[in-house]
């Protein structure tokens, strides 16, 4: 009888297809439904030390780290509080452009999402600084933006993006 906004399934399915696992449910009418999560836990020895190689830093057993680059606070605390959820994810935050690249330098976390408009620059410049960088170039970086119209998503996908999301699409428009 709790009606939910649907944000965390959503967000979560992201996040999992992102990880290279998947999340499936088991439903039973008047008894509730049981969601379930399968992500890889860690690569073997050989493919740890090359993906550590490619990102540029220690290969890390378990533990996954988010670097969340969003000047909006209540995006930012609603994006915290989801991946506060998720047992061995560690959240970085930073509120603009610069302080995300150096989040992004100094903790070399396994995915980045960004938001497009951010107050000192835009994520697509965001976006071509990390991949300047050889030890961030493997780095998967989501786009979480408002921007919804099909312009904007061809734009954010020829970008280079690994993934473009609107806000409306993740359930995340906290401003509706």
Request: net charge negative; hydrophobic share 45%; aromatic share 6%.
């Amino acid at each position: 009888g709790i009606d939910g906004t649907g944000i965390g399934l959503a967000l979560s399915r992201r996040l999992v297809d992102l990880m290279g696992g998947s999340i499936g449910f088991d439903s039973t009418p008047g008894e509730g439904s049981r969601f379930w999560v399968d992500v890889p836990l860690h690569a073997g020895p050989d493919d740890a030390e090359a993906a550590a190689a490619e990102r540029g830093g220690p290969a890390c057993g378990g533990g996954f780290a988010v670097l969340y680059v969003e000047d909006d606070p209540d995006s930012m605390a609603l994006m915290r509080h989801l991946l506060g959820t998720l047992p061995d994810v560690t959240l970085y935050e930073a509120v603009d452009g610069a302080a995300g690249f150096a989040a992004a330098l100094r903790h070399r976390p396994d995915l980045v999402v960004l938001d497009i408009d951010l107050p000192d620059t835009d994520g697509y410049a965001l976006l071509e600084r990390i991949r300047g960088r050889p030890e961030l170039a493997a780095t998967p970086v989501l786009a979480l933006s408002a921007g919804a119209l099909p312009d904007d998503v061809g734009r954010g996908r020829a970008a280079g993006f690994a993934a473009y999301l609107t806000r409306y699409e993740a359930g995340l428009d906290v401003h509706r």
